[in-house]
C-alpha cells in the first residue's frame, strides 16, 4: 500500500531548498538561546534588511510575521472597529470573512466569476460595492484560493485608486508559481499610502513549518508598522530559512517551472474527460469543477489509493475539487488513479 499523499492543502512538496538544510546545520547556541541584537543597529532583523534592499523599500516599510496569517490578523485587528466594514472575496479562503467578527465588524463580499476555463474578477462590480459599502478594510487575494485567478496589474491599479480612503491588504501568498518578478510591489506602496502587500515563505520556498512572512507597507500604516513590532526580535531559526531561500533563486525557479508544467498537464487531462473541467490557475493547485454524482464515490475510490485531496462543503463548490500540485511523481499518481476511476465505467450518465 502506498503511503498517503497530501495534496489537500496548498503545500510545495518538493520542499526547500538544499541551502535551508545547511542553514538548520548551523543552528547553535546563539541562535536558540540568545535574543536577536540587530535593533541596536536600526533595522528590525537581518531579514527585514535584506528584503528592503531586494525589493527598493525602505527597512521601517518591510514587517515581519509569523506567516501571512499572522499579519491578516494584525491588519484587520489594527484598523478594524466594532460596527466598521471590511470588504472580501466571496469565493475564497475561508479565514477572510471570518476575522472581522473577532473585532466587532461586519464582512462584506464581492463575487468573483466564474468563466469558461478561468475565475475572474469584476472590478466595476467590485467599485461599485465599495463605492456603497465603504468598508474601512479591503482585502484583495491575488492568485485567489481556491479559484486560483489574479489581478491583472492594471485592474489592480484601478482598484487600488479607487479604495485610496480605505486600508488595503493584498494577500499574495500564492506569489511566484507563474511569475517570480518582484518590480510591482515597490510601485504599489509608493504610490498608496495605505495599502500592504503580503507575502509569505510558506508556499513557493515551502517554510510552511517555519512560519515566517514579510508585508511591504505604504507609508500612511505608521500604526500597523507599531503594532507588528517585536522588540525582542523574530524566530532566528526561521529567520535563517528564509535567507537562505532567498539566496536559492534558481532552485525555486525550477520549482515554478517544474509545477507550471504540470498545471498544464491537468488542463489537458481533464479536457478529455467529459463532465469536468479544470480552471486555468497561476498558483501551486488547481479547480476542478467534477460531476455531482461522482463526489462520493470519487472520494471514497482517492482515499482508498491513499491520496487526499480537497472536496469542498461549501455550497458554491458542492461540486468542486481543489488539486494541490506536487512533485512530478505524485502528479502523475493522481492523474493514474483518475484514468483508471474513470474507466471503471464512470461518466455523466454513472456507472456502467
Known amino acids: 500500500m502506498s503511503s498517503m499523499l497530501y495534496l489537500d492543502r496548498n503545500e510545495n512538496l518538493y520542499g526547500p531548498a538544499p541551502k535551508c538544510y545547511e542553514a538548520l546545520k548551523q543552528v547553535g547556541v546563539e541562535e536558540l538561546s540568545v535574543y536577536s541584537r540587530e535593533y541596536s543597529r536600526g533595522v528590525k532583523s537581518k531579514l527585514s534588511e535584506r528584503l528592503a534592499a531586494e525589493f527598493g523599500i525602505p527597512e521601517p516599510q518591510i514587517l515581519l510575521s509569523e506567516g501571512s496569517e499572522d499579519m491578516l490578523k494584525q491588519a484587520v485587528h489594527c484598523y478594524l472597529g466594532p460596527g466598521e466594514k471590511a470588504l472580501c472575496p466571496a469565493q475564497s479562503w475561508w479565514y477572510y470573512q471570518r476575522i472581522a467578527s473577532e473585532v466587532g465588524g461586519e464582512t462584506v463580499t464581492y463575487a468573483i466569476r466564474e468563466g469558461r476555463d478561468a475565475y475572474g474578477y469584476d472590478v466595476d462590480e467590485i467599485i461599485s460595492l465599495y463605492q456603497k459599502e465603504s468598508p474601512r478594510v479591503v482585502l484583495i487575494a491575488s492568485p485567489n484560493n481556491p479559484t486560483g485567478n489574479s489581478f491583472a496589474d492594471e485592474d489592480l491599479s484601478k482598484l487600488t485608486e479607487a479604495f485610496r480612503e480605505s486600508i488595503v491588504v493584498l494577500d499574495e501568498a500564492y506569489w511566484g508559481f507563474a511569475d517570480m518578478s518582484n518590480e510591482r510591489v515597490a510601485r504599489l506602496v509608493g504610490r498608496y499610502r495605505n495599502l500592504a502587500v503580503l507575502r509569505t515563505f510558506s508556499k513557493l520556498y515551502a517554510l510552511a513549518g517555519a ?54 498537464l491537468y488542463y489537458r487531462f481533464f479536457a478529455t474527460c ?12 488547481v479547480l476542478v469543477k467534477i460531476p455531482p454524482h461522482l463526489k462520493s464515490p470519487l472520494q471514497q475510490y482517492l482515499n482508498d489509493e491513499q491520496i487526499a485531496l480537497k472536496f469542498f462543503s461549501e455550497p458554491e463548490f458542492h461540486s468542486f475539487i481543489r488539486i494541490t500540485l506536487g512533485t512530478e511523481e505524485q502528479n502523475h499518481r493522481v492523474l493514474n488513479a483518475f484514468s483508471y476511476f474513470l474507466s471503471l465505467g464512470h461518466s455523466m450518465g454513472g456507472a456502467a
Open 211 to 264: 512560519r515566517v512572512a514579510f508585508t511591504a507597507v505604504g507609508t500612511g500604516l505608521s500604526r500597523l508598522t507599531k503594532f507588528a513590532a517585536r522588540y525582542l526580535g523574530y524566530n532566528r531559526i526561521s529567520e535563517s530559512l528564509a535567507l537562505a531561500a532567498l539566496d536559492s533563486r534558481e532552485y525555486y525557479l525550477d520549482v515554478s517551472r517544474k509545477l507550471q508544467q504540470d498545471r498544464e
Open 274 to 285: 467529459k463532465g469536468f473541467r479544470c480552471y486555468k490557475s497561476d498558483a501551486n493547485f
